[in-house]
Each structure stands twice: as C-alpha cells, then as structure tokens.
C-alpha cells in the first residue's frame, strides 16, 4: 500500500519567515495530494491540494509543489504568522486506495511573535 | 446545513462494551470513510465504501464492523472494546477521484 513519509515532526519559525514541510510518497499510480492543517481539538481542514498532471499551485501566502519523477511534494507558507501555529498534515490518494487518504505522521509547525 | 455530521462527539465506554458511532452526509458525495487518530496525532484509514460497497478494510480488527445503509450515511459499530480504541474516530466523505473531502468533527472515544 501507498506510504507518505513527513518531514519535520516539529517546526519552529519567527513571524514574518518562512515554513517548508516535505512529503514523500511510494505508490507511482497516487494522483492527489492534499494538504490539512488541524488545530487542537479541530477537524482536520483542507488548506491546499495538486493533482499528479500539476507541478505547483499557489493560493495566496500558501504554495504547493509535486515532484511525480522524485514523488515527493511540500508546502511552502510564506510571512507566516502566529495563526498559521497547528498540526500540518500532507496525504496521498490513488483509484488503487479507494481514494482513501493515506496521511503523513503529521508536523507540529510553531509561529512565535 | 453541516455537510458531514457525526454522533456523538464524545463517547466514555467501559472495557468489554458494544458502541456504535453515526455519520451522515448531505453533499451528493458516493464515497465515505472512517479515520482513526490516535493519541500521537497519527491519521490512518480504517474503511472506504463507495456507493454503500466496501472498498478498503485496512487491517482493522473484525471487532470493528462498519454498515452503510445508503449512500449518505456510514455508521461505525465496534464491539468488546478495548482500551487501545481510545482514540478520535472521523468519519469524512468525497465524491471519489474528483476530491472534494470532507471530514466530520470526531467522536472523541475513551474506553475505560
């Protein structure tokens, strides 16, 4: 089955720089990847996605990339600010996982005044 | 007017007990699912139905028995459960390959 791999578990920023978070994925036949961020005690909510036929999309201070030949793909949150701070979490899906999610171990991203 | 709704939003149980967990949606959407997370935050699929039909059981023990009476709603029975259910259980629903997920807000389950 498809496994996503997350990088940092942890993140720590200064309002105003910039937060990167880094997805690998193992299935060749997954063609969305949406990203979630989840605050404490929230539902996970759906902040940016790319499908396998795009290599970037952008909305706003928030950025995505996908790289289909390496399978890896990150977030990019510009001037962060301190309520960007909560649990990020990418996901892969394909037809082969019933469009389930499967989801990476999630990264605690940390914005300080 | 919420698009994925699940009941209840928490739940204390005894060890040993049957529990049921209810989820419904109203957006049209064919294909639903049921998420654990656990207490180290990490999401994992437990079901997949599409169009009442199941698609993925991923390794959930058969105490775990999910019933889709209908396309807009996927309830999650769990039997003799067990301390290590403890968890926030999300039902979430898409329309399949076009996306369009959405997650319930969790029924935090503690087993004691």
């Known amino acids: 089955g498809e496994n996503v791999e997350q990088h940092p578990s942890t993140l720590s920023v200064q309002e105003g720089d910039s937060a990167v978070i880094k997805c690998t994925y193992s299935d060749s036949a997954s063609n969305y990847f949406p990203w979630y961020k989840q605050e404490l005690g929230k539902r996970p909510q759906l902040i940016i996605d790319i499908r396998s036929n795009v290599g970037e999309k952008k909305d706003q201070r928030i950025a995505v990339t996908l790289n289909k030949t390496a399978k890896h793909f990150s977030l990019h949150i510009t001037e962060t600010q301190p309520e960007d701070s909560a649990v990020y979490f990418c996901?892969?899906?394909?037809?082969?996982?019933?469009?389930?999610?499967?989801f990476g171990k999630g990264t605690s991203l940390l914005v300080t005044p | 007017d919420t698009a994925v709704s699940q009941t209840p939003k928490y739940l204390v149980t005894q060890m040993g007990n049957d529990k049921s967990i209810k989820c419904e949606q109203n957006?049209?959407?064919?294909?639903m699912y049921w998420y654990k997370q656990d207490s180290k935050k990490f999401l994992k699929i437990m079901f997949s139905y599409n169009n009442k039909e199941l698609i993925i059981n991923e390794t959930v023990p058969n105490r775990f028995s999910p019933k889709s009476p209908d396309k807009a709603h996927l309830n999650l029975h769990i039997n003799s459960l067990e301390l290590g259910d403890s968890a926030v259980y999300f039902c979430?629903?898409?329309?399949?390959?076009?996306?369009?997920?959405?997650f319930g807000s969790g029924t935090r389950l503690t087993v004691v």
């Open positions: 996901a892969a899906s394909s037809a082969n996982s019933g469009y389930a999610l499967n």
């Open positions: 957006l049209g959407h064919d294909t």
């Open positions: 979430a629903s898409s329309h399949g390959d076009r996306g369009g997920y959405t």
